[in-house]
């Protein structure tokens, strides 16, 4: 359909002192109001647009938390087919529509939502009923397994996993804990799989081993790689996920197209709510240590998920350390490795404050090349940008960022919260998502080099 036919076929209808703060997924600055019509008008996503002070933003179905409040300083256009039901529904009884507006407002959207959420919820109810439910009777699991809960987790055999990648022919992924085989199960779906084959774990711990695969089978989350089962045969010891076909976060960001400022945007919310769950939701906090591009995988609908969480546990500690001898990746790693102070859930939340510096700039947090030595370090630059109000350059030459400068600025004051130097200083990743989703204020973050000065 057309720019012209969607233009003749829909109609805006002002609403005042009405707002749905959230649903938006594009925000436009100077803009006039009749740009900011046109683009609702012309997007077959839009739902509502509000206008105000140049400001335009886009919002799109299942609306929620409708309110309507007399203080509401900006206009918001509903968007609406033009036949003659829906113009004499909203012209005529004027009175009436005004007096069942407020109940019109929220009974819509608890409507909208209510329809959306049992949907999903029968959908995942029948889905990964059918999938658990096969799985669980293919599963024969090893004694040490079973006395972990019986979870629905395959034991494979070493064969079955060589056969499925055809001699760990093609692979997909290489790290310190090992090198990662995509495979296709001999199953009714012929269901992708990556299979992770672990150099070494420590000497005579097969139970152990069993168990702590069983409590990682157990964390389920939208934003973390799924674990489908393990192979423990012999001096063998496989993993086995869901595969993601886009590969990881390091592979698409930095590559010469600068991915869309909204995709960038979602993957920082995913992979936020991702560490939220491993610290503070699961059964037993989980510490992943090692987050960095190369551990955020993104699905065929580009979803950011974390993978290799829970693998600390199984591994010498010797296989995920640096020439360094600290525990992560050069330029992900949290201060404290180097002193001698107790490492907590904070050193993940310092590495995540350096992605979030790399997904909002397209860069990685260390450079060598650069033409500005001033620029070579990312989480320095960063800083340097914000304490002299230049935040505008970090996103140079991307306009799609340009034009959400709000967001640009709440993101990177995020960032520098979470790569402060203390650890106590540091959010947890609970306020962490809280500010990055706008429902907090965020306050100045301290100058990281007044910490540093007051060390020596």
Not at 7 to 26: K, R, S, T
Not at 89 to 96: A, G, Q
Not at 260 to 280: C, D, I, N, P, T
Not at 395 to 423: K, N, Y
């Amino acid at each position: 359909m057309d720019e012209a036919t969607m233009i003749d076929q829909f109609d805006l209808i002002p609403m005042n002192g009405v707002d749905w703060p959230l649903a938006d997924y594009e925000h436009f600055t100077s803009v006039g109001m009749d740009d900011c019509r046109k683009l609702c008008l012309t997007d077959c996503f839009c739902a509502v647009t509000v206008f105000t002070d140049g400001n335009c933003w886009k919002k799109k179905l299942p609306m929620s938390n409708g309110r309507m409040d007399n203080s509401v300083d900006r206009t918001l256009f509903l968007k609406v087919p033009k036949n003659s039901t829906s113009q004499s529904k909203l012209n005529s009884d004027s009175i009436k529509w005004k007096k069942d507006k407020k109940y019109w407002i929220l009974g819509s959207s608890l409507l909208l939502g209510s329809f959306f959420l049992v949907c999903a919820l029968l959908i995942s109810f029948i889905l990964f009923g059918n999938y658990f439910a096969k799985q669980i009777q293919k599963t024969d699991l090893p004694k040490q397994s079973s006395n972990a809960g019986g979870l629905p987790l395959k034991s494979f055999t070493y064969e079955e996993l060589h056969e499925a990648t055809g001699g760990f022919c093609e692979e997909v992924g290489r790290g310190g804990s090992g090198v990662v085989y995509k495979g296709q199960l001999q199953d009714q779906l012929g269901t992708h799989i990556a299979v992770k084959k672990i150099d070494k774990v420590l000497p005579n711990t097969e139970k152990e081993f069993a168990v702590e695969i069983q409590t990682i089978g157990w964390t389920f989350h939208k934003n973390l790689v799924r674990l489908l089962g393990f192979c423990n045969e012999g001096a063998e010891r496989l993993l086995v996920y869901e595969f993601m076909p886009n590969g990881s976060l390091n592979e698409f960001l930095f590559q010469t197209i600068r991915p869309s400022w909204y995709l960038r945007v979602q993957f920082a919310l995913g992979v936020a709510r991702g560490l939220l769950y491993l610290h503070e939701e699961c059964s037993t906090q989980i510490i992943h240590c090692d987050i960095k591009p190369q551990n955020i995988l993104l699905d065929n609908n580009f979803i950011a998920k974390i993978s290799d969480f829970g693998l600390a546990k199984l591994l010498q500690m010797n296989q995920t350390k640096t020439n360094t001898g600290i525990r992560g990746t050069r330029g992900y790693v949290a201060p404290e490795w180097f002193k001698n102070i107790s490492v907590t859930a904070k050193v993940d939340v310092y590495s995540f404050g350096v992605i979030l510096l790399e997904i909002v700039c397209c860069r990685r947090s260390v450079e060598q090349d650069m033409a500005y030595d001033d620029r070579a370090i990312l989480t320095d630059w960063a800083n340097d940008c914000y304490r002299s109000g230049r935040i505008d350059l970090l996103v140079e030459g991307d306009e799609e960022a340009s034009f959400d400068m709000r967001r640009v600025q709440r993101f990177l004051t995020v960032a520098l919260w979470c790569i402060q130097e203390d650890p106590a200083m540091r959010p947890t990743m609970h306020k962490v998502t809280q500010m990055l989703d706008g429902s907090v204020e965020i306050a100045m973050p301290p100058d990281p080099e007044s910490y540093i000065s007051s060390l020596q």
